[in-house]
């Protein structure tokens, strides 16, 4: 089956650093790839997704990347704020994406 | 309605009890979801109901017993649960092939 593996496990940046998060799939048959924020306490809400007929796609401070030769994709934020402080999941999934393999999952930690 | 609710926010129960985890959607999703979630970890998948039939059961203990009752109401039906048993259970929802929303979750301790 399918398996995700995310990096780094923490990331701590400044305040208006940029942040990458990276994430292996092994399935290359996998064709959507969206990322989820999770605050303490809460609900995981996705903040972008990408399907494998696109390269990348950016949301104001928020984009990802795919590589689908590498079976690798990437969310990168710019301009860190503090409210972004949180986990965020990648996940990956086959066919019409009702089954979704997440990564282990990233604490960033955005520092003021 | 664009939100995925569900009830109780918080339960506990003793390892003889039974109870039950409802979660809705007024979004005209078809496809609706169980997740399980351990402290620090992802959401691992549990169920998967499509057009309220059970597409997906990844092999999850007889004890969770799911419901869909119609298209907008999932449940999940809990008895004679272990301790280790004792984690957010997220319900989730999606058009087919769709953006999968969470809801809030049900924090459970199993005593």
């Known amino acids: 089956g399918e398996n995700v593996e995310q990096h780094p496990s923490t990331l701590s940046v400044q305040e208006g650093d940029s942040a990458v998060i990276k994430c292996t799939y092994s399935?290359?048959?996998?064709?959507?790839f969206p990322w989820y924020k999770q605050e303490l306490g809460k609900r995981p809400q996705l903040i972008i997704d990408i399907r494998s007929n696109v390269g990348e796609k950016k949301d104001q401070r928020i984009a990802v990347t795919l590589n689908k030769t590498a079976k690798h994709f990437s969310l990168h934020i710019t301009e860190t704020q503090p409210e972004d402080s949180a986990v965020y999941f990648c996940a990956a999934s086959i066919g019409y994406g009702n089954k979704l393999v997440f990564g282990a999952g990233t604490i960033l930690r955005v520092k003021s | 309605d664009t939100e995925v609710t569900q009830t109780p926010k918080h339960l506990v129960m003793g390892m003889t009890n039974k109870k039950s985890l409802k979660c809705e959607q007024h979004m005209g999703h078809r496809a609706m979801y169980w997740y399980k979630q351990k402290a620090k970890k992802p959401p691992e998948l549990m169920f998967v109901y499509s057009y309220e039939k059970l597409s997906i059961n990844e092999s999850v203990p007889s004890r969770f017993s799911p419901e869909c009752p119609n298209s907008s109401l999932l449940n999940l039906h809990l008895h004679a649960l272990q301790p280790e048993d004792s984690a957010l259970y997220l319900c989730?929802?999606?058009?087919?092939?769709?953006?999968?929303?969470f809801g809030p979750g049900t924090r459970l301790l199993v005593l």
């Open positions: 399935d290359s048959a996998s064709n959507y």
């Open positions: 989730a929802s999606s058009k087919e092939g769709g953006v999968q929303y």
